[in-house]
């Protein structure tokens, strides 16, 4: 399995706290070692950079970690491969052009067997995650001709993940520049840091910032993760077929996306320490 990592924003923010809580994952701290990608929205536009190379090992990924670059939106990605190559076309997140907006795109899961009929966007690789998002592309692209009013097109995101979900496991994150949806298969998580702002531990590194010292009270960031990447915060935890829809740092939106009735994952240690946080705040 892969790990996500999302973040929207109300005014433009650097990702190196999240991101290099992530990149330890990717090959040393956890097994996600087949590859990494990490993608910025400037406008309607996206700029990426991918590595096949692990995470942690990356000096690309380092060199991001420690020159940040702001951005109201930013998706993440570090791999452990269960379909497809170790390939830079394998690599997540994907990108395509949708109603002259660019999205982009990370899942963690596998789709076993779905075989779309695909026109308009066509897989680059092999691997089930791309030729899952082409087909949720293909169906927003197929019900709309032009970009819908917006409460269209979340449910549309929502009916078209949990069709495609019922292939397999469809954790992903999808964004264009102006939502950032999240959806909750098995295993997602989320966190909205607002004033008053307070300090953070990373989980897998003796690491903390002290957000106050940073931000202004206006700041609002939203941070959707595989699994909680602090220690020391509430973390709300996904429940299963539901999605998630951010804009400006707030979650506008949750909505049923497909069927629920799905064994549940085993929670983590941390997981669960995130969970009665959040119940007792």
């Known amino acids: 399995m892969c790990?996500?990592?999302?973040?929207?924003?109300?005014?433009?923010?650097?990702?190196?706290?999240?991101?290099?809580?992530?990149?330890?994952?990717?090959?040393?701290?956890?097994p996600h070692g087949d590859g990494w990608g990490l993608a910025f929205f400037e406008g309607r536009a996206a700029r990426v950079?991918?590595?096949?190379?692990?995470?942690?090992?990356s000096p690309l990924a380092a060199f991001l970690r420690i020159h940040p670059i702001h951005t109201?939106?930013?998706?993440?990605?570090?791999?452990?491969?269960?379909?497809?190559?170790?390939?830079?076309?394998?690599?997540?997140?994907?990108?395509?052009?949708?109603?002259?907006?660019?999205?982009?795109?990370?899942?963690?899961?596998?789709?076993?067997?779905?075989?779309?009929?695909?026109?308009r966007f066509l897989p680059v690789g092999q691997t089930d995650s791309e030729r899952a998002f082409c087909a949720l592309l293909e169906g927003?692209?197929?019900?709309?001709?032009?970009?819908?009013?917006?409460?269209e097109l979340w449910a549309a995101v929502a009916e078209l993940g949990g069709e495609?979900?019922?292939?397999?496991?469809?954790?992903?994150?999808?964004?264009?520049?102006?939502y950032l949806f999240a959806r909750c298969d098995t295993r997602l998580c989320y966190i909205v840091r607002k004033a008053p702002f307070g300090k953070a531990t990373l989980h897998d590194e003796d690491v903390s910032i002290d957000f106050s010292a940073v931000t202004t009270v206006k700041d609002r960031v939203?941070?959707?993760?595989?699994?909680?990447?602090?220690?020391?915060?509430s973390w709300t935890i996904g429940e299963p077929?539901?999605?998630?829809?951010?804009?400006?740092?707030?979650?506008?939106?949750?909505?049923?996306?497909?069927?629920?009735?799905?064994?549940?994952?085993?929670?983590?240690?941390?997981?669960?320490?995130?969970?009665?946080?959040s119940n007792r705040g």
């Open 3 to 30: 790990e996500l990592l999302g973040m929207d924003c109300n005014t433009p923010t650097d990702i190196t706290f999240s991101f290099s809580g992530l990149a330890l994952r990717g090959g040393l701290k956890g």
């Open 49 to 57: 950079f991918l590595e096949t190379r692990a995470c942690a090992a």
């Open 72 to 119: 109201l939106q930013a998706v993440a990605h570090i791999r452990q491969k269960t379909r497809g190559h170790v390939r830079l076309a394998n690599t997540h997140p994907f990108v395509r052009e949708l109603w002259g907006r660019t999205w982009v795109f990370a899942h963690n899961g596998t789709v076993r067997g779905y075989r779309p009929v695909l026109k």
């Open 140 to 151: 927003l692209g197929k019900r709309f001709e032009e970009e819908p009013p917006a409460k």
């Open 164 to 178: 495609i979900a019922r292939h397999g496991t469809f954790n992903f994150i999808l964004c264009n520049g102006q």
């Open 222 to 233: 939203a941070v959707v993760a595989t699994t909680p990447l602090t220690r020391d915060e």
């Open 241 to 277: 077929a539901t999605l998630w829809v951010f804009k400006g740092g707030r979650i506008v939106k949750t909505m049923k996306s497909g069927d629920a009735r799905k064994k549940r994952v085993r929670e983590t240690p941390l997981e669960r320490a995130a969970r009665l946080a």
